[in-house]
């Protein structure tokens, strides 16, 4: 019921757009957030929006590069990524959930597949 896309192969300092789809969204999600795993590390937060639009946080290793927005029309939340280095290279996971606290625990009830960006220098 979560559909991420719009993974790829960038050069260092180029941007790439996430999107993660809520299809058939009955269910009850009042938060979305982003997620990477690194090649041999554990997953680890990127940022997160509420549906409304509101309650915006973003991991420190990529404020003021990567934005987070939704677009409550199609149900997509995206994650806007610019100025990407070869460290932001991963799979990358949304999660949604009724719940914030859940989200920001990493243990979202909705996970979308992952979306690989790889980021060459």
């Known amino acids: 019921q979560l559909q991420a896309s719009g993974g790829g192969l960038v050069q260092a300092g180029e941007s790439l757009r996430l999107s993660c789809a809520a299809s058939?969204?009955?269910?009850?999600?009042?938060?979305v957030g982003w997620f990477r795993q690194q090649s041999g590390k554990e997953r680890e937060f990127v940022a997160a929006?509420?549906?409304?639009?509101?309650?915006?946080v973003y991991a420190d290793s990529v404020k003021g590069r990567f934005t987070i927005s939704t677009n409550n029309a199609e149900d997509t939340v995206y994650l806007q990524m610019d100025s990407l280095k070869p460290e932001d290279t991963a799979v990358y996971y949304c999660?949604?959930?009724?719940?914030?606290?859940?989200?920001?625990?990493?243990?979202?009830?909705?996970w979308g597949q992952g979306t690989l960006v790889t980021v060459s220098s």
């Open positions: 999660a949604a959930d009724g719940l914030r606290r859940p989200v920001m625990a990493g243990k979202a009830y909705y």
């Open positions: 058939g969204r009955t269910f009850s999600v009042e938060v």
């Open positions: 929006i509420n549906w409304s639009g509101g309650g915006i």
